[in-house]
């Protein structure tokens, strides 16, 4: 299995949409095992910015990870198929084992 993580800033857009918003529901269409979306509190991204959005007066923008699993060959099918789409966000994926 593959799982794999998403990261964009909460305020980007797919046109008109909220972007995490369309890519849960691409993941959806995709018929992806299993998603969750995660609100982080802090963060930075390669610019060394430091994000708090959550300061009083702060206007940084909330860090979001959306993370998916599936089986492998499934996962890099989709995120190929999404990335035409898509082209914000950074991706990684892992290996990993479903343990029951």
Known sequence: MLQ???FIDEDELF???SLHEFIVQFLIAQKIKGLTVFKGI???GSNN???R???LFSFDETPIMITF???TEKVKAVL???RVEVKSGFIITNQVEQWT
């Open 4 to 6: 794999a993580q998403i």
């Open 15 to 17: 046109g008109t949409k």
């Open 42 to 44: 802090s963060g930075f």
């Open 49 to 51: 910015h430091f994000h």
């Open 53 to 55: 959005p959550n300061d």
């Open 69 to 71: 699993i599936d089986d």
């Open 80 to 82: 190929t198929t999404l």
